[in-house]
């Protein structure tokens, strides 16, 4: 590297550092190198095209002051655009700046004056048309930790979640995967950690964001031909919370950019939330070292909430609403209700509202006619991962051995009774349904179905099988 190239940099750094918040000059200074001086112009390595939008969008005036001061009025300054290319080519390239010509090209300076105010920000967030430079968070202000109640069921979720938001970054919890069935309150926790590091981290960049629009965006990317700004936009993030992490599942190409950014921000000391609604043990077609990854900090999982944590939650949701209702009431609708909070919440809410339309006062006639039709109506569905494990303990054997490729005649049975319920009781594609009992096509299944609808009519041993898992996965 040029030396002088250097000192005319650390001269300029030095000064930029005085006149700006600890964490951007972190964020956006560090990782520039200086390569080269002459002619009064200092070329500078910035890693992506975002970035230098970013620092053109947002820090060109202290670059111009910084650059002026150090080489005078005629002072160039000339970026140099190369960002490591994380997909197994060996050479880094460059990406020409013209936003009329977009095509890569190896080694490439690009001088770029000063005053160039209108770069365009590869922000994934912001809508076309509408200039937003700053990264929202996503968060929802109505999830955090005060309306999150503690109990059995999510004590030690929460108070990694606390542990987290205290010091992000900082804590063995990285990443920390928070799972557990729906309606358990993981968006609720994900989100509370995300606003409490808001509150007490203000200059830190937190980003909320399902792993569905991830995926999507990433697709996006790719059709447009910027997928490095697409990573390099996540790189930068302090603090990321993805749901539903499980969405990621089978998608290979959002994994393995996922991975890259996962790396980079574990690396860098940044955070990473994940929620799931099943353990990484469990998860299915995840690439191994991206599961790997995520049992590098602490999987924390949210239980069905006790008696006592239901109660708590129905008051806490009747105060906050201004509400008054009787004790046995609270109780018995806690007492009936015990799958997930959302489903308690939303009895409850069912309760006042037929209370109030109706002018009807709040009897236990009326709570059992509300929870009776609640309950029925909001039955869930069975799953996939639900109806294995059923089998797989009826018959005494793990999840991984019905999946296995083995020909053994009682495991190929309960293969295909899984199939054959997960048919019956789920939505699922057969290809769906093959892709998940040990990666069999639609037509093993297909097969499947057909060999037990056979077996049941001419096999009284089997047809008990059939009766016996039927009851035990009766809604």
């Known amino acids: 590297m040029d030396i002088t190239a250097q000192s005319v940099w650390d001269n300029c750094l030095s000064f930029i550092k005085d006149n700006i918040q600890p964490q951007a000059y972190k964020t956006w200074f560090e990782p520039i190198i200086a390569v080269k001086f002459s002619d009064n112009a200092l070329s500078i390595q910035v890693p ?69 105010k209108n770069p365009e920000l590869k922000n ?67 989100h509370a950690i995300g606003i409490d590091i808001k509150d007490k981290y203000p200059e830190k960049t937190v980003l909320y964001i399902s792993a569905e629009k991830f995926t999507q965006q990433y697709i996006d990317s790719v059709k447009k031909n910027n997928r490095n700004d697409f990573i390099h936009f996540y790189q930068i993030i302090d603090v990321l919370i993805i749901d539903d992490v499980q969405f990621l599942s089978g998608k290979t190409g959002t994994q393995d950019v996922f991975f890259h950014i996962f790396n ?41 909430p006790d008696f006592e944590t239901r109660v708590s939650i129905l008051k806490n949701k009747l105060y906050r609403d201004g509400v008054e209702m009787p004790e046995d009431i609270i109780e018995y609708v806690a007492k009936h209700i015990k799958t997930n909070v959302r489903e308690l ?10 209370s109030s339309f109706n002018k009807k006062e709040i009897t236990i006639n009326l709570a059992k006619e509300i929870v009776e039709k609640f309950v029925k109506n909001t039955k869930r569905e069975v799953s996939i991962d639900y109806i294995q494990k059923v ?80 009851k035990k996965l009766a809604l």
């Open 124 to 190: 994934p967030f912001v809508i076309p048309g509408i200039r937003n430079v700053k990264i929202e968070s996503q968060l929802n202000p109505n999830y955090n930790f005060e309306n999150f109640l503690e109990g059995d069921s999510n004590r030690l979720a929460r108070n990694a979640g606390i542990a987290v938001a205290n010091k992000p970054g900082g804590t063995s919890f990285n990443p920390l995967l928070i799972f557990g069935g729906v309606g358990l309150g993981k968006t609720h926790l994900a």
């Open 345 to 354: 919440e939303g009895a409850i809410i069912s309760l006042i509202a037929q």
């Open 48 to 116: 992506s095209k975002f970035f230098y939008e970013w620092l053109e969008e947002h820090y060109v005036k202290i670059l111009k002051v910084a650059l002026t001061k150090e080489l005078g009025e005629s002072a160039k300054l000339v970026y140099v655009i190369k960002m490591e290319n994380t997909y197994g080519n060996k050479q880094p390239f460059t990406e020409k700046i013209p936003s009329s010509n977009r095509s890569a090209v190896k080694s490439q300076d690009v001088d770029i004056p000063l005053n160039n």
């Open 391 to 470: 089998v797989s303990d009826y018959f005494q054997m793990d999840v991984s051995t019905l999946q296995s490729k083995t020909r053994k005649r009682h495991i190929v049975q309960a293969r295909q009774l899984a199939m054959f319920f997960a048919k019956k009781y789920t939505k699922a594609s057969l290809a769906s349904i093959g892709s998940q009992i040990g990666k069999r096509d639609h037509a093993t299944v297909l097969h499947a179905c057909k060999t037990v609808d056979n077996l049941s009519s001419t096999d009284k041993q089997f047809r008990k099988y059939v009766e016996d898992l039927a």
């Open 264 to 304: 980079h921000l574990h690396q860098n000391g940044k955070q990473v939330i994940l929620t799931s609604d099943k353990a990484p043990v469990d998860m299915q077609d995840i690439e191994q070292r991206l599961l790997s990854r995520f049992k590098w900090g602490l999987s924390a999982e949210l239980q069905s």
